[in-house]
């Protein structure tokens, strides 16, 4: 009696990297991208309503700091722990989480009735917030194809400056005729109906889930989505050719010889976070200070969100064909350039909007860059740990930056000393990344090729 073949084993590493990017994996790819919009939406609202809720309750506006410091410090630690517990429990669950956890107390925000309250409900929020990014990168990562991931992952990040741009139309909106508390209201509605959409159309990480010897069934469906070429069948076995490294994800970051790689990110999103929540923070008032009207240095402040969101697809298409840690080494050394070129430019308000333009264009694109290249860096087993990771170093970043350049201000340094000194960290970010170059990449860069033992489902 003939024995029966076996099927070959179906690389799905492969079959991600050879099939065109289809509709369901775009469907990931929007989703994730209206989730990272979130990230900037709390911090934008905030700093909108933050001048009514002093008016309405008088308190100055000058012991608003901890009000503004509680949603980043709970951003740092929901990086920290999402993070790491996606990469147990899975990125699905942990992004609905999050989602759900922020939307809450973002809602009940608009309920708050003394300092006290705020402060707890923006915490709690930020805690929730922090897990959204590092596995809305981690899934992206996983389902797009080698050959673009560096341009889709890019694409997803321009929701960071688009973000802040919605949260400006929401408070212009509604402020006035509706009050701060309606605000909060909306803004927290806004995660909240996404949670039902996300239970029904977001898909577990795939790679994750042949890590985890998962049911081949859901595999199989997931895969015919993703190829519907291919005919997959629910006995097949699914393999991903990836190394599976046991112990603590979080231990893992430092062991392996990845600890300068972990260290030389940790480094990027610090500088990338503290200088793009500097100039976020500061700009419209510097722009005000040096002669321009209030209301063109809100514009022109605007830009710079508008220049990091184009200078990210841009940078990530560029991505795609040159190593994306140089194209960071190089869009920092411009970002230094244009920012201390902002220096020069008071008084000259086409040389103004030129180099706002381009400093958020190289530092926000080379921000946004630093996702693919913390995707690629780490393996499935650990890449939501390693994202979350360093996302909240940078987080560290976006609390001393606004901090500092308040101090600076106020030791009567002028706009263009401030501002030729905001350029010079971005030469540590170039040193870095291009330190960087030198380590080694143990995510998804390789394509199909193995990078170690199979793990088979």
């Known amino acids: ?13 492969a079959v991600i990297n050879e099939a065109p990017f289809s509709g369901f994996q ?9 989730l990272m919009m979130l990230d900037t939406i709390d911090a934008t609202l905030m700093a909108f309503a933050a001048p009514a809720i002093s008016g309405g309750w008088h308190v100055p ?14 951003s740092l630690v929901g990086s920290l722990i999402f993070g790491q517990a996606a990469d147990t429990l899975g990125r699905r669950f942990t992004l609905i989480a999050g989602v759900s956890v922020f939307g809450v107390f973002t809602l009940l925000q608009g309920t708050a009735n003394s300092m006290q309250m705020l402060i707890v409900y923006r915490l709690i929020a930020g805690l929730g917030l922090g897990g959204v990014v590092p596995n809305a990168v981690a899934t992206v990562s996983e389902y797009a194809p080698a050959r673009i991931r560096p341009m889709v992952i890019n ?7 688009l973000g802040s741009a919605l949260a400006g139309f929401i408070a212009f909106g509604m402020l006035t005729p509706f009050g701060w508390r309606a605000t909060f209201y909306v803004c927290g509605l806004v995660p909240i109906v996404l949670v039902p959409f996300l239970i029904w159309r977001l898909p577990e990480s795939i790679r994750f889930l042949a890590l985890k010897k998962s049911d ?24 991903l050719n990836e190394q599976r490294v046991s112990g603590s994800p979080a231990k893992n970051l430092f062991t ?20 793009t929540y500097l100039l976020l923070s500061w700009l419209p008032s510097l722009l005000r200070q040096s002669g321009i009207p209030l209301k063109r240095a809100i514009f022109i402040g605007a830009i710079f969100s508008v220049g990091g969101a184009i200078g ?18 190089y869009g920092f050394i411009f970002a230094c350039v244009f920012i201390a070129a902002l220096g020069f430019s008071q008084g000259h308000v086409a040389a103004v909007v030129a180099t706002v333009f381009f400093s958020g264009f190289f530092l926000t694109g080379s921000q946004m860059t630093m996702y693919s290249v913390a995707s690629a860096t780490y393996r499935t087993s650990m890449r939501s740990t390693g994202v979350g990771w360093a996302s909240g170093f940078g987080r560290i970043g976006s609390i001393i930056g606004p901090v500092v350049g308040g101090l600076l201000l106020g ?4 706009v263009a000393g401030l501002l030729y000194m905001t350029a010079a960290p971005a030469l540590i970010g170039s040193v870095a990344a291009f330190l960087l170059v030198r380590e080694r990449q143990d995510g998804l860069e390789a394509g199909s090729a193995p990078v170690g033992a199979t793990a088979k489902v």
Do not use: N
């Open 61 to 74: 506006i000058a012991k608003f700091g901890p009000v503004f410091g509680a949603a980043l410090l709970g």
């Open 256 to 275: 392996g010889g990845r600890l300068a790689s972990t260290m030389l990110l940790w480094v990027l999103f610090f500088v990338g976070y503290l200088l």
């Open 155 to 161: 694409s997803m990040s321009c929701g960071l400056p």
């Open 312 to 329: 990210g697809l841009v940078l990530g298409w560029y991505s795609r064909r040159v190593d994306g840690r140089r194209v960071m080494g």
């Open 216 to 239: 081949p069934t859901q595999l199989a469906r997931i895969m015919r989505k993703i190829a519907p070429s291919k005919k997959f069948s629910d006995g097949d076995e699914f393999v």
């Open 26 to 34: 775009r469907t990931v790819l929007a989703t994730c991208f209206v």
């Open 1 to 13: 009696m003939e024995a029966v073949m076996k099927p070959p084993a179906v690389d799905i590493s």
């Open 411 to 414: 030791t009567g340094t002028s």
